[in-house]
Each structure stands twice: as C-alpha cells, then as structure tokens.
C-alpha cells in the first residue's frame, strides 16, 4: 500500500482539504467580455458602385448601475459551473444569437480598480462575425444592443532612451497614443488610449493606459483597442478576415474587409496574389448588381 505523504503540519492531502477555508483569501469575480467583430455595408444611392464596408464592433447600453446609461461590451459574470470560453459563447449566443463563429481569447485585465462594485478579472474574448447572419439583443442588465462604426487612429508616437538603473544596460520606452472613435446614428463615444512598449535585454512590457474616455463603461476603452490591434495584426498573416465573410463573395468584397481592418488601400493584383491559397472558386456569379457579374468565391478549408 502507498504511503500517504504528510507535509510540514503532519496532514495528508485530505486532511488539509477538509480543513482549507477559501475565505481565507481575498477572491475576485471573474467576467467574460465580448469585442464582436462585424463588417458591414453602407447604402449607397448609386447602385452601379459598389457599397463602401465599415467595421463595426457591438456595444449594450447598461440599464444598471455601475455606469447607468454608458455603454459597453457585451458580457458577464462566469458561473460556477462553466469555463471563461463557456461563458464567453453563452454571451455570444445570448447577445447575437449566432454560435460556432470564430472565437479567441485576448487578455485578462486584473488590475484591482477597473470596476467600482468589487475586483472583477476580466477575461477578455475576440469574436468575428458575418453580418448577414446577426441579429442583436439587449440582456437583462442592458437597454439596448447596437453596432458602432469604428475608427482607430494613430495621433503621436515617440521613443525614448534610459539607462536601466537596475543593470548596466540601456532600457527603450516607445509610447503610442491612439483616438478611439465608435458612432452610432447620433452618438459618438471617443477615448484616448496609450500604449506603452518598454523593451530592455531580458524583456518587453507593454503597457495599455486609457488618457481620457468618454461614454465607454469600465476599461472597455482599452479593451477594444486592445482587440482591434489584435485583429489588424493577425489578418495580414492568417485568414482571419474570412470569418467576417457570407459563405459565398466576390475577391472585391475580400479585398474591402482587408482595407477596413488594415486601414488602408491595397494593389489588387498584390491582394488576390496574397490570398489565392485561402479561397477558391465556385461555379456562381453575381446577380443584378448593376455592373458585369463577377466571380463568387469561398473560402478554402484545407490547403492543397
């Protein structure tokens, strides 16, 4: 027979169970946060041009205190009985009522100030949807669930130079700030966000900081940029953009979601080059859209 192994106090493992108060600890409350990504487009009078696309992220207007009237990220608190990315589908299901849709965790933002009720973790989740498959609905602590353009841009960038007074070395500081911009018919919402890279030779913090905020519940601010450098990252190396795709598209359309996200215009035969191994064609062409029918193409699930 085994023997039991016994630690300092002379308890075996059941023993020190048996006795362990969890109380004896402070715990915090652990949230799942959503940024749900979707690209949509504008109505646009002329129907020989093609509509422009915008990228849009779903914010709730809290209908309870904290932030009575602000508005937020979709989310929740995780209950006892699922995992962070349980919770975080369960709010994406509840919030927008589509599921297995690309999903990512982020980042966890534990500092012990961002919510006023208690010390609330938040796991932070990433998800990219197709449009033309959403619709929205607010939950029991929200008045409403809507879609704000968004519009992320750099404002100042410098970088510094400091000897480490911790070892001879030197230590880099590069501080970004960025214009957080989300609309909605009449409302605009506008946060001013720092990032902040310090690299010496053993590593590299960075260092996310909201400098002013506007209507944006909590961190939120912070979060969605957070996100939204993730997603811009991402989908220049991974067919990450795909996901916001309906099942069937033309490389035109492809093309107008990688331009929202990335922030600029790409050369067309640079673009459909880059991307040839992601998708593939089909036998369709559209229809009754004012302009030759173009091919429709999807997306390649695996790779020759």
């Not at 109505?43 to 020989?48: C, L, V």
């Not at 009237?69 to 989310?75: D, F, V």
């Not at 995780?78 to 980042?107: C, F, I, M, N, S």
């Not at 230590?171 to 970004?176: A, L, S």
Request: net charge negative; hydrophobic share 35%; glycine share 4%.
């Amino acid at each position: 027979m085994k023997k039991e192994l016994r630690d300092r106090n002379g308890l075996t493992e059941a023993e020190y169970l048996s006795s362990y108060e969890p109380g004896d600890y402070v715990r915090p409350s652990v949230a799942a946060d959503m940024v749900i990504f979707t690209v949509m487009e504008t109505e646009e009078e002329n129907y020989r041009k093609l509509p422009e696309k915008e990228l849009e992220v779903l914010l709730i207007q809290r209908g309870v205190h904290p932030y009575l009237g602000c508005w937020a990220l979709p989310g929740g608190f995780v209950r006892p009985d699922e995992t962070t990315e349980a919770a975080a589908k369960r709010e994406l299901k509840e919030e927008t009522g589509v599921d297995h849709v690309y999903l990512e965790q982020l980042y966890t933002f534990s500092e012990p100030e961002r919510d006023p009720r208690t010390w609330v973790m938040s796991c932070s989740y990433m998800a990219l949807i197709d449009s033309s498959k959403v619709w929205v609905s607010a939950g029991d602590d929200a008045d409403q669930a809507v879609w704000f353009r968004t519009s992320f841009r750099l404002m100042d960038e410098h970088i510094e130079y400091r000897k480490n007074m911790t070892y001879d070395g030197m230590k880099t500081i590069r501080t970004k700030r960025y214009e957080l911009e989300l609309s909605h018919e009449d409302v605009v919402l506008r946060s001013m966000i720092e990032k902040k890279i310090v690299k010496t030779e053993h590593e590299t913090v960075t260092e996310y900081r909201i400098l002013e905020n506007d209507g944006l519940a909590f961190d939120h601010a912070k979060i969605i940029a957070y996100a939204l450098e993730r997603l811009k990252g991402k989908v220049e190396y991974t067919d990450l953009a795909l996901h916001m795709m309906p099942k069937e598209f033309t490389l035109t359309q492809l093309q107008q979601v990688y331009e929202v996200i990335l922030g600029k215009t790409l050369l067309k035969a640079a673009f459909r080059r880059k991307i040839a191994h992601l998708v593939e064609e089909t036998d369709s062409f559209t229809e009754n859209e004012g302009h030759r029918p173009s091919r429709l193409f999807r997306r390649k699930l695996e790779e020759e």
